[in-house]
């Protein structure tokens, strides 16, 4: 379904994935950004844990942590675990739905036949990441050697836990609507075990412990009116803490050439699915990495007055000619 009708009548965001982050009135859209936002409003100075832990030589590898979950992890990992989903699924309304999302069509009997090639795309993606985690001493350690886990095994063990478990059968009734059933396939075990890759088991294995140990801080909140109140009622933020802090500031030169200036309508949309449905609006602000638009007003109009926060990585940012959807 295209946009998200959610998104789309409250905050007239037709941006399509998920996560999306909202503090006060900001909302910030995809995984890269959130997880930025979220360690510049909630240090670790402050109490907080952090995402990016120093390493054991006492450097910050923030960036090629950074880098390590988006360019590996969201990207070439990622679509091979999407790779070894069951055809069932496919075959159902989510793949009808993600027709729409990657547009065109979607032949579940061939991404089913094409298992066995995406699992030894899978043996050649954890053949690159023993060595990671292989020593003679069997300690055990972290993607890059922190003292405790960084977004970088927080992302790896995420990819590899959904990969291990849709390639199953498990999520499938749910993914499906109730079209299918959960099933109990050989999924990723030909590759993914403990003798093939002993280092980068016995990591995924202490992960999976570690989240399972992490005390639950997760509220829900049955009534989304009472979000969408307390939204309203938080003030915005000020001109000065609109933008993520970076190390410099946005290139006006280049601004200006590409038309992406202040108060120009500008389309965004991802790089890979979902660039037929860009979301439109007013440039407020901008960054290296980041742009924050106002939305362009729909109809029904957003029941909150939102500014919305995109990471440039992974995105295009375009002028626009005004338009409605």
Sequence with gaps: MMPRPLLKNTFNLTYRKIPILAIGREIYCDTSLVAEALEHFFPESEGYRTLYPLAADGRSYRPMIRGFASYWTDRPLFRVACGLMPASIWASA????????????????????KIPENLSKLDLQLSMLEPLFANDSGDEGFVFSTESPSLADISLFYELKWGEEIAKG??????????????????????????RYPGLWRWY??????????PSTEETCKNFEEVVKKMRESPAL?????LLPTPRSTHAELDKKTGCVEGALVSIAPDDTGRDDPTLGTLIAMSPEEVVIKPQKLDPPA?????????????????????KL
Excluded: C
Aim: aromatic residues 8%.
């Design 303 to 323: 029941t909150v007055d939102v500014r919305i926060h995109f990471p440039r990585l992974g995105f295009v940012v375009r002028p626009s000619p005004a338009s």
């Design 94 to 113: 989510f793949g009808r739905d993600r027709e729409g999302l990657i547009g065109h069509s979607i032949d579940a009997e061939k991404l089913g036949r």
């Design 238 to 242: 000020g001109t000065r803490s609109l």
């Design 205 to 214: 294995k202490m992960m999976e412990v570690y989240f399972e140990n992490l």
């Design 170 to 195: 498990k999520y499938t009734e749910g993914i499906t609507q109730g079209e299918t059933k959960d099933g109990e396939l050989e999924g990723a075990a030909p590759v993914l075990n403990a003798q």
